[in-house]
C-alpha cells in the first residue's frame, strides 16, 4: 500500500514539473514572439 502512495505522489510530482515545463516553454516563445514583432518595428 504504501508504495502505490508513493508511485502516486511521484505521478503528481511527475505532472506538476511537466506542467511547468510546458507553461515555461511557452512564455519563452511568447518573449521571442514579442522580440521579433519588436524589431519589426
Not at 511521484?10 to 506538476?16: G, V
Not at 511568447?30 to 514583432?37: A, H, N, P, R, Y
Amino acid at each position: 500500500m504504501a508504495i502505490s502512495m508513493a508511485m502516486a505522489k511521484f505521478n503528481i510530482i511527475a505532472m506538476s514539473i511537466k506542467e511547468f515545463l510546458n507553461m515555461r516553454n511557452q512564455i519563452i516563445d511568447f518573449q521571442k514572439l514579442i522580440k521579433i514583432e519588436n524589431l519589426d518595428v
